[in-house]
Structures are given as C-alpha cells and as structure tokens.
C-alpha cells in the first residue's frame, strides 16, 4: 500500500516562494507517476503539475507554466513541487498522488490516480 505524505505549506505573501514535498512509501517509487493537484474552496480539484519518475518527464498545468516546476529525489522517494512567483489565486489545499506508470498525457488526469495524500494547504496574501 502507498502512502503519501505531503509538507511544506504554510502561509506566504503574493510574490513569494514554497517548496512543497510529497514523501512517498510502500511501492516500487521508480514505477510510479505522481502529480500535484490543487483544489480551492468551492473549486474542482486542478492538475498542477506531474513527473513520470522512471523517465523525467514532466508536465505543467496552464495556470502554473512558467512559475512552477517539480522535481524527484529518487533515494529520497520524494517529490517536491516548486512555486515561485505566488498568486493570492494559488491559495488552495495541495495534494500529492501517485500511480503506476502509463501514457504520459494521463499524467494530468485526477481521475487515474489510485493514492492520495491528506494535503498541505498553501495561503497566498496580497
């Protein structure tokens, strides 16, 4: 069984900067996709950002390209999630998952991620 724990949140001013990290247990970490997604009060849940942790290869939400990036410390089993640039709009309770390995473009899907973590709420102030 999998499990997700993430940190890293806290409360920082517009403009800002938080790594969130995303430490993982339990399965074969290399075989694994794992993604960040957010979701705000009376909001959906919003793909963030994704790493396929056997390839590198990463994807970026629209709403975060260019201010966000993630990165994996494989030794570590950890996924970090770095945001720059932070917008009173970012606010939001982050949540790390992880599934088994497959198309990269499934990577941005909410829907086929099988383990979640309890999240770690990001405040963004003006």
């Known amino acids: 069984q999998v499990q997700l724990v993430e940190s890293g949140g806290e409360w920082v001013q517009a403009g800002g900067s938080l790594r969130l990290s995303c430490a993982a247990s339990g399965g074969a970490f290399i075989d694994y996709q794992m993604g960040w997604f957010r979701q705000a009060p009376g909001k959906e849940r919003e793909f963030v950002a994704a790493?396929?942790?056997?390839?590198?290869?990463?994807s970026i939400g629209d709403s975060v390209k260019g201010r966000f990036t993630i990165s994996s410390d494989i030794v570590k089993a950890t996924v970090y999630l770095h945001m720059n640039s932070l917008k009173p709009e970012d606010t939001a309770v982050y949540y790390c998952?992880?599934?088994?390995?497959?198309?990269?473009?499934?990577?941005?899907?909410?829907?086929?991620?099988?383990?979640w973590g309890l999240g770690t709420r990001v405040t963004v102030s003006t």
């Open positions: 998952a992880a599934k088994a390995a497959d198309l990269i473009a499934t990577m941005r899907d909410t829907h086929s991620y099988r383990y």
């Open positions: 790493i396929d942790l056997n390839t590198g290869a990463a």
